[in-house]
T-cell receptor, first 112, second 116 residues
Framework: GEDVEQSLFLSVREGDSSVINCTYT??????LYWYKQEPGAGLQLLTY?????DMKQDQRLTVLLNKKDKHLSLRIADTQTGDSAIYFC????????????FGAGTRLAVHP | EAGVTQSPTHLIKTRGQQATLRCSPI?????VYWYQQALGLGLQFLLW???????NRGNFPPRFSGRQFPNYSSELNVNALELEDSALYLC???????????????FGDGTRLSIL
């Protein structure tokens, strides 16, 4: 079935790397996305990966996809206080008519 | 380039009333999506419009409806409002891409609907 799971909370020290994890259940995933939501705002697209890719890097962001384990991760290098937000993992499915299926979101807290 | 814009920012209604939420997509985007972000329920897909037609619908009652205009802007209408309709309603748009689009959805800042 359609299910995307994330851990709810992550706390890191400023300057360290953050790794946010996500697992999904449906093997017909086509694209997997990471969105960021700051308080009172909408969703900001951070990056996305096609399901036949293993890795994508974009400046401080690295996405890793393990299709066998249905596991997606987002690594943020040199985490800053401005990275504090909720991060949502999402997928679209083959035959899913572009519906985004979201995880519950991981709240990232960056402390000095 | 202007992003997805939504209006109003906040909307306060009472039970039984009707609400209309509006969305303007990014220029050149023909698809518009609506999502509900309710406390405790997460982000749920509501509707997808493309070229003026409803293409997909989430698991919501028929009192949630909408339309897309020739300029690709969209309205979400919620009739007979209930307390549990209180949520942030997010609109997204993307470039044409068919039923399995490789074009990511870009979101607006949402309309916060409060039902008293």
């Amino acid at each position: 079935g359609e299910d995307v799971e994330q851990s709810l909370f992550l706390s890191v020290r400023e300057g360290d790397s953050s790794v946010i994890n996500c697992t999904y259940t449906d093997s017909s995933s086509t694209y997997l996305y990471w969105y960021k939501q700051e308080p009172g705002a909408g969703l900001q697209l951070l990056t996305y990966i096609f399901s036949n890719m293993d890795m994508k890097q974009d400046q401080r962001l690295t996405v890793l996809l393990n299709k066998k384990d249905k596991h997606l991760s987002l690594r943020i290098a040199d985490t800053q206080t401005g990275d504090s937000a909720i991060y949502f993992c999402a997928e679209t499915l083959s035959g899913g008519y572009n519906k985004l299926i979201f995880g519950a979101g991981t709240r990232l807290a960056v402390h000095p | 380039e202007a992003g997805v814009t939504q209006s109003p920012t906040h909307l306060i209604k009472t039970r039984g009333q009707q609400a209309t939420l509006r969305c303007s997509p990014i220029s050149g985007h023909t698809s518009v999506y609506w999502y509900q972000q309710a406390l405790g329920l997460g982000l749920q897909f509501l509707l997808w419009y493309d070229e003026g037609e409803e293409r997909n619908r989430g698991n919501f009652p028929p009192r949630f409806s909408g339309r897309q205009f020739p300029n690709y802007s969209s309205e979400l209408n919620v009739n007979a409002l209930e307390l549990e309709d209180s949520a942030l309603y997010l609109c997204a748009s993307n470039l044409p891409g068919g039923e399995v689009s490789n074009q990511p959805q870009h979101f607006g800042d949402g309309t916060r609907l409060s039902i008293l």
